[in-house]
Every structure is written in structure tokens, then in C-alpha cells.
């Protein structure tokens, strides 16, 4: 029998694990609330339940995983397996993750940001399989990324490498939630799509949606577009032409052959696909017009793949991990 891997996904709403195989095939997967507001103590309960009840579910006992990988959405270090902080998980503050996980299952543990986690899972089996340079963009409430180099993920000296929400693509621009201005996140998330939505509504923008402004989502906008609402389509636009400034920036400095683009926005599809697309041709010559732009293929299994992915190289002694990074 193939050796089976353990992929959690640990978000500050939901979380998710699943039992993946050798050829990062999804055996089972389970999912429930996060309840981060309970503190460490009771997420890493639940966590722990659920890796069993994933490992039950695809018929084995825990003591068959060969090792578990989580995603993690916040700083932290891989080669200690501690987390430092996170945004959405109240009283995370320098937790032993991986130690406390492996101690409570007798499973080999290793932690990996949440965004790289997901970036690797297309790398691997998605979108990206059989690219060796692949840049990944995940639009969500905020603007995530991954950069995968000569097929290994790129994290940089400190572990902090592939922020492309924090791409500055216009000097002095909006404030973004980090603190400094001008970031795609502040153009682009769904946040911000919602904020410049209700600026051109009291710019006097006339749309279906204009008396829903107090309940506006992103989600709302985006299907508000593909049904031909005028202001809906030109943020779509926009918030394309945004994503595609970062993109070009990002394919003249590492000249990836595709990049990836995940998350919820992605019902726009194509609108947002092409409004990306023609901002790099329009900037770049050579990096832009050979970088491929394509939707993620594997939804809410990318992270979960990536992780068990992360697991099963960091588990084995015929390979260095998944990582490229100075001084680890």
C-alpha cells in the first residue's frame, strides 16, 4: 500500500483535513467550524479530532500516516514548527504547533504558511504540473501569493517571501491594511473591490445594487458583472488591470512561465482573466507575452494537497524539502 499523508487546513472560520496518497490523490477530506475565538487550546482539540476522524473516514488509523502538514495562516517558522501570530486566531502567540500535534497523535508534524501551502498543492497537481517557475495569486479578503523557483517554493531569508498583496503598484496609494500605501491589496481584495464599488455609487453610479449597499459583498458584485451591470463590470475591470500591474512587476523579475490565479474572485472568470491578461501584454514585451495566465484547478483542495505535499517532502530523506530559503 501506497504511504498516505495527513493535510490540514487551519483557517481562522473553517477548518479542513484530508488523508492525500503518493500521487496527491484526496482519500477523504472533513471539515469543521475553527471557533478560533476559543483560543489554541481548544483549536488544537478540534484540529487534532478532525485529523483523526479524516484518517477513520479514508479506513485508517492515525498510526498509518506517515506524516501530517498544516497550512497555517500567519507567520511562523518551518524549522521549528513554531507560529507566532496570526490575524484570525485570537491568543496564537508563539505556539509549538507541530510538536504539540505530533505529540498528541504520534504523527510527524510540519507547519507551512497557508498561501504557500495552496500555491504548492497547484504546483503539484493543478494548474501548475509541469511548469518549473509558477507564481500563484489567491484573492480572498486579502491578496496571498506563492513563487515557485526551478520547482522548489520560494520563502526568502526569513520565511516571508511571496506577500504579492503587498506589491506596491501605485506610490502613495491607498492604505493598506499593513501600513503602507499603495499595495494591490488595497485595489484588489475583496474588501477593496466592496470599497471602490460604494465610491462610484456616491460618485452618483447608478446599479441594481445600489440599494444593497449596506449588505455589498464582493460575491455580489461579481455576479452583478456577468449579468451586465455597468459599475459591477468596471471594477471587475479595474481590479483585473490592478492584478495585472503586480503580475508584470512580478514576471519581468522572475520570468515564471505561468501564473495562477485562486480564490473566490474567480467567478468573474474570464471578465477578470482577460482584464489581467491585456494589463501584461500592455506592460511587458518578452516576460508578459509568455507568461501564461490561468485559472487554479483544485479549489478548496489546494491547500489541503500542498500541505500533505509539504508533509511528504519534509518526511523523506531523498528529498530537502519543498523550500528554497537562505540560512534554513
Given at each position: 500500500m501506497n504511504s498516505t499523508y495527513l493535510g490540514v487546513d487551519l483557517g481562522g472560520t473553517n477548518l479542513r483535513c484530508a488523508v492525500v496518497d503518493e500521487e496527491n490523490q484526496v482519500l477523504s477530506r472533513v471539515e469543521s467550524p475553527t471557533h478560533a475565538h476559543e483560543g489554541p487550546e481548544a483549536v488544537i482539540d478540534r484540529l487534532v479530532a478532525g485529523m483523526i476522524k479524516a484518517a477513520s473516514t479514508a479506513g485508517l488509523d492515525l498510526g498509518e500516516i506517515r506524516a501530517a502538514g498544516i497550512g497555517y495562516p500567519g507567520p511562523l517558522n518551518q524549522v521549528t514548527g513554531t507560529v507566532y501570530s496570526a490575524p484570525n486566531m485570537p491568543g496564537w502567540k508563539n505556539v509549538p504547533l507541530a510538536d504539540t500535534i505530533a505529540t498528541k497523535t504520534g504523527v510527524t508534524t510540519f507547519i507551512e504558511n497557508d498561501a504557500n501551502c495552496a500555491g504548492w498543492g497547484e504546483f503539484v497537481a493543478g494548474?501548475?504540473?509541469?511548469?518549473?517557475?509558477?507564481?500563484?495569486?489567491?484573492?480572498?479578503?486579502?491578496?496571498?501569493?506563492?513563487?515557485?523557483?526551478?520547482?522548489?517554493?520560494?520563502?526568502?531569508?526569513?520565511?516571508?517571501?511571496?506577500?504579492?498583496?503587498?506589491?506596491?503598484?501605485?506610490?502613495?496609494?491607498?492604505?493598506?491594511?499593513?501600513?503602507?500605501?499603495?499595495?494591490?491589496?488595497?485595489?484588489?481584495?475583496?474588501?477593496?473591490?466592496?470599497?471602490?464599488?460604494?465610491?462610484?455609487?456616491?460618485?452618483?453610479?447608478?446599479?441594481?445594487?445600489?440599494q444593497r449597499r449596506e449588505t455589498l459583498t464582493c460575491q455580489a458584485i461579481f455576479e452583478a458583472a456577468l449579468t451586465g451591470d455597468a459599475v459591477a463590470m468596471k471594477i471587475v475591470q479595474e481590479t483585473g488591470h490592478y492584478l495585472g500591474i503586480m503580475a508584470s512587476a512580478v514576471a519581468e523579475l522572475l520570468n515564471p512561465e505561468i501564473c495562477v490565479i485562486a480564490g473566490g474572485m474567480m467567478q468573474a472568470g474570464d471578465m477578470l482573466l482577460e482584464s489581467i491578461r491585456t494589463t501584461c501584454l500592455d506592460r511587458n514585451d518578452h516576460p508578459g507575452r509568455t507568461m501564461r495566465i490561468v485559472?487554479?484547478?483544485?479549489?478548496?483542495?489546494?491547500?489541503?494537497?500542498?500541505?500533505?505535499?509539504?508533509?511528504?517532502?519534509?518526511?523523506?530523506?531523498?528529498?530537502h524539502g519543498i523550500r528554497t530559503v537562505c540560512g534554513i
Open positions: 494548474a501548475g504540473v509541469g511548469s518549473g517557475h509558477m507564481m500563484m495569486v489567491t484573492l480572498g479578503t486579502g491578496v496571498g501569493g506563492a513563487i515557485i523557483v526551478d520547482g522548489k517554493l520560494h520563502v526568502g531569508r526569513d520565511g516571508s517571501a511571496g506577500e504579492l498583496g503587498h506589491v506596491c503598484i501605485i506610490d502613495g496609494g491607498r492604505q493598506c491594511g499593513c501600513g503602507a500605501r499603495g499595495c494591490v491589496e488595497a485595489y484588489a481584495s475583496a474588501t477593496a473591490v466592496v470599497k471602490r464599488f460604494t465610491e462610484y455609487l456616491d460618485r452618483g453610479w447608478v446599479s441594481q445594487l445600489a485559472p487554479a484547478k483544485l479549489g478548496g483542495n489546494a491547500g489541503l494537497i500542498g500541505a500533505a505535499s509539504h508533509a511528504k517532502h519534509s518526511a523523506s530523506p531523498a528529498h
